[in-house]
Structures are given as structure tokens and as C-alpha cells.
């Protein structure tokens, strides 16, 4: 098993390298220590976009140190931590956390709770999913700006894109019964 002296390198490390983008700590015996520790490298690093850390005794105080994560990393994607004991304390804090990321469109907390049915678990869920869906929009619109963009830099491009909006204009009027396809050649 690593030491919490082994997180503190790997802490250093991640807050200097720029290129790692998926880092696997599942079923690694985190405690709430180990993760404050790897909180620290986290927060500096700008590559990360993937982390699991499922399986692991984390628990509230080490969501805690997610939550900080997630304040100020602007890169991460996915953040995995099933099962790790998060109480209704840690899925608070990260509900608060996840207010102003603007980049995580996946979190995974399944099989945390244990029994624990209160409004305000079941609200923070909610919250979590709700700002996950705002992510991935806000991803999706990014992409779909881009996308446009560098299809109307040619002809062609143009040309694809003005069928790909005719091609989706004819079908919402075929779905509202409209007969008649839209042609922009008429």
C-alpha cells in the first residue's frame, strides 16, 4: 500500500506535470488524509481530465478536499468516487463546489450513502445532477460553435452546413405533420 508520504510525491508531481490526463486510484486504501494531500496537487494541475478514486474510505472529510478541487480545477471532466463513504456532510460540499465549476460533466457517487434518506441528500443529488447537465451543455454548445465555424470557412463546408440545417428543419416539419419540405433551391 503507498504511504501518505507516496501521496505527497505524487501530490508534487501532479501540481508540475501538464500532460497527464487519466489517473486510476481506485481500490487504493485513500483515507480522508491521503485525498487533503492529493488535493493539493490537484488544484494546481491544468491536464487532468479524468479521476477515479471509487472504491476507497475517503468519507466526508476527503470529499471535503474534492470540493476544494473542484472550486478551482478547470479541466477535470469525470470524478469518480463510488463508494468511499461519503456521508450528507461531503455531498454538501460538493454540491456548494460544483456551483461555480464550469467543467465537470460526470460525478459519480453511488454507493455512499448507507441508509442515509434525508431531504437535504436528496436535494444536494439533484443539485449535482443539474450541474453536471449545465457542463455538458455548455461543452456541447462550445463544440457545436467550433464545429460551425470551421465549416463555413469553405464553400463545401457552407454547402454541408446549409443542408445539415435544411435536413433538420425538414424533419421537425415532418414531426409537427407539415407535408411540405423545406427547398432552398425553389
Not at 504511504?3 to 489517473?23: N, R
Not at 496537487?41 to 478514486?53: F, I
Not at 468516487?81 to 465549476?101: E, F, H, P, Q, Y
Request: glycine fraction near 6%; charge should be positive.
Amino acid at each position: 500500500a503507498v504511504t501518505i508520504g507516496g501521496y505527497f510525491i505524487l501530490a508534487q508531481m501532479l501540481s508540475y506535470v501538464q500532460a497527464l490526463v487519466s489517473l486510476d486510484l481506485s481500490n487504493s486504501h485513500l483515507n480522508a488524509a491521503d485525498a487533503r494531500v492529493l488535493a493539493f496537487g490537484l488544484v494546481k494541475n491544468r491536464s487532468l481530465q479524468e479521476l477515479r478514486m471509487n472504491q476507497n474510505s475517503i468519507a466526508s472529510e476527503g470529499a471535503t478536499s474534492m470540493a476544494e478541487v473542484l472550486q478551482s480545477n478547470s479541466t477535470l471532466l469525470l470524478l469518480d468516487l463510488r463508494s468511499n463513504k461519503i456521508r450528507g456532510l461531503g455531498m454538501c460540499v460538493l454540491t456548494d463546489a460544483m456551483t461555480g465549476n464550469k467543467s465537470l460533466t460526470e460525478l459519480d457517487l453511488r454507493w455512499n450513502f448507507s441508509g442515509e434518506k434525508t431531504d437535504y441528500v436528496e436535494l444536494a443529488l439533484l443539485d449535482l445532477q443539474r450541474f453536471c447537465f449545465r457542463n455538458l451543455r455548455m461543452a456541447l454548445q462550445k463544440y457545436c460553435c467550433f464545429t460551425t465555424k470551421l465549416l463555413t470557412r469553405t464553400a463545401s463546408g457552407a454547402a454541408r452546413l446549409e443542408a445539415i440545417r435544411d435536413g433538420f428543419a425538414n424533419q421537425q416539419a415532418a414531426s409537427r405533420g407539415l407535408a411540405m419540405p423545406i427547398d432552398r433551391a425553389a
